[in-house]
């Protein structure tokens, strides 16, 4: 490094995965607020990890995410060093440990059929099925190559209360690669006992926007990051060095103007490359959400125009190239009316923020609801009260409504829902008092589509010196996508290994190797 220029890193996203870089950078990197650019093409900060809204207009959360103390090592690690919004004194860590030692997820009502709920202390396997499941979580991954779910499995078994729970709080299809379902069997094999009750399940506070981003944001313009919003990075231009290739130029669209920025050899790129909430798009009571395509936006078209340049840049279309196996519809439901709550906490004997999930089995969306612990926003007045929602299969038509899924209005949506719902629900979730937002998303599981090795970019890509790949797209061994720690576990990665820094990156969690888990795991499934 020249002694009159210090080192800048250039970071492309503003997900999690690039503030956790961010943060890594300063905390254990040394490196200084200023020399650090975020770039982002969007408006706003957080990525996937959004909340957004108001009590007239309605809430919106694409998302609602579940953590584990176990396999959130890294995740856990970045928030301990963020102080929370509310008390400078207390880590964002902190603050979710307190919250759920007063919260804790204990699901009575995780399945419903035919307006009931399922008898669910009984994981409903064959021997056929835990003998399958057995070889998936045993079978290499080159040998499972492109397969997928359902092809290692009986078609009984899609209908087991294993997968049912399974698959609805994972957001599994049968037609998902079978590499990522064992990832998930082994990293999460210690909640096959609390599977029913989703026990094992840590919520934040609030919505992840006002829990997570917002103080991590808070933290890094305290260090005087630089936030570039509204700026597409478009393309990277490599020189060969004598470290190997390096990034020498990042081409941007900046508001209506391109820009280019000039890196140096020993400056830093983050890429985040492709994103599972790209594309997506708001619906309302009276129009329902739209699909959107790969082109809207940078993310699938960086990545497929870098993988053009590099054998080792991975193979997006193997992920952004399959919309209907990809997409699914969420919903969030804002409403003035207290009376929904008191009639789901009464019939499912959870307290909002409790339940985790309830699924009605026989909705032909296979729709699932989750009433969070109110207020889910810092905004939210006290009269106003937000659950959230999703549907599996977005193409299917309703029970109730007879439409798609897909088709369907936020009106159209509490009709079928109303439809599913043990109790008389016209009163209480009534067009009147009620505000849903669809929100379709044709990427959400395109994490999840089968893929060989060599699809996913490693996080330092072979003969690159000063390029890192991080989020749900990059490959690092034996853990698992659509969670918020694979993005922060890659940016760590890609922090200590671009700066040669000598620290360990959080150990993955393995239940398999501890006989206890293990014994526990068996025990849920043979029950
Ligand atoms: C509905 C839903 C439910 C979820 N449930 C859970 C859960 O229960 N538990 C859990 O752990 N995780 C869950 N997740 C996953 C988690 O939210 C994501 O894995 C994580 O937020 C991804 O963060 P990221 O920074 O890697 O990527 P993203 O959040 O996708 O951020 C990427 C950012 O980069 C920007 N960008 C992309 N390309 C460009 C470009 N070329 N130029 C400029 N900007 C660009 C995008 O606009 C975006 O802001 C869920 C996600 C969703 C959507």
Redo the contacts with the bound molecule.
């Keep these: 490094m020249t002694q009159d220029r210090r080192r800048k890193a250039y970071l ?9 870089a961010a943060v890594y950078l300063i905390r254990d990197g040394g490196m200084a607020g200023e020399d650090i650019f975020v ?4 408006k ?7 909340g957004a809204g108001n009590a007239d207009q309605g809430y919106v ?7 584990t103390y176990e396999a ?1 090592s890294c ?1 856990f690690d970045l928030l301990a060093s963020i102080p929370s919004l509310s008390d400078p004194d207390t880590s964002v860590s902190d603050e979710i440990h307190v919250f759920n030692e007063e919260h804790r997820s204990h699901a009575q009502a995780r399945l419903m059929r035919n307006r009931e709920k399922v008898d669910v202390s009984t994981l409903s396997l064959t021997n056929r099925d835990r003998l399958d499941m057995v070889k998936l979580m045993l079978a290499s991954e080159e040998t499972l190559g492109r397969t997928r779910i359902e092809d290692h499995f009986a078609p009984e078994f899609f209908k087991t209360n294993f997968w049912l729970m399974w698959c609805t709080t ?2 599994f299809q049968p037609w998902h690669g079978a590499v990522e379902c064992k990832r998930y069997m082994l990293r999460f094999i210690q909640e096959f006992p609390r599977l029913a009750t989703l026990g094992g399940v840590k919520r934040t506070p609030y919505n ?1 926007y006002d829990s997570i981003v917002a103080p991590v944001t808070r933290w890094l313009k305290a260090r005087d990051v630089r936030f570039e919003l509204d ?4 393309d990277l231009d490599f020189v060969h060095g004598a470290k190997g290739q390096a990034v020498e130029r990042i081409h ?1 669209i900046s508001g209506d103007k391109t820009a280019e920025i000039i890196v140096k050899p020993d400056d830093l790129v983050f ?8 594309g ?1 798009r708001l619906g309302s009571m009276t129009v329902p959400a739209t699909l959107g395509s790969a082109a809207d ?7 497929e125009t870098l993988a053009q340049k590099h054998p080792d840049f991975g193979n997006p279309h193997a992920f952004y190239g399959n919309v209907a196996e990809s997409k699914w519809l ?1 919903f969030t439901v804002t409403l003035r009316d207290p009376a929904f709550f008191a009639a789901m906490e009464a019939f499912s004997g959870n307290k909002a923020g409790t339940g985790a999930l309830v699924t009605f089995t026989d909705s032909n969306w296979l729709m699932s609801v989750v009433l969070a612990h109110q207020p889910h926003f810092i905004n939210q007045p006290s009269d106003s009260f937000v659950f959230w929602g ?1 549907g599996l299969f977005p193409e299917e038509k309703g029970n109730f409504v007879g439409k798609k899924m897909a088709d369907c209005t936020g009106a159209d949506i509490l009709a079928e829902l109303r439809g599913h719902l043990p109790f008389d629900a016209q009163a209480s979730l009534n067009d009147a008092t009620s505000n849903c937002i669809p929100c379709m ?1 044709p990427f ?1 599981t395109a ?1 999840f589509m089968p893929r060989v090795a060599g699809d996913r970019p490693p996080v330092r890509p072979t003969g690159t010196s000063n390029l890192a790949f ?3 797209f990059c490959e690092m061994e034996d853990d698992v ?7 922060v576990r ?1 940016a760590q990665t890609a922090v200590y290994s671009l700066l040669n820094l000598d620290r360990p990156v959080p150990a993955l969690y393995k239940g398999q190797h501890d006989p206890r888990v293990l014994l526990a795991a068996f025990e849920a499934m043979m029950r």
Excluded: K, P
């Design positions: 492309v996203g503003g997900g999690i995965a690039s503030f956790a770039l982002e093409e969007s706003v900060l957080g990525g996937s990890l959004d959360i694409r998302g609602g995410r579940m953590l959130y995740t994972f957001a992840q700026t597409r990075v478009t941007c890429v985040t490359n492709g994103s599972m909430t790209a997506s936006g940078g993310a699938w078209t960086l990545w969420s999703y998303m959400i994490e991080i989020g749900q996508v659509f969670t918020v720690e694979y993005s890659s």
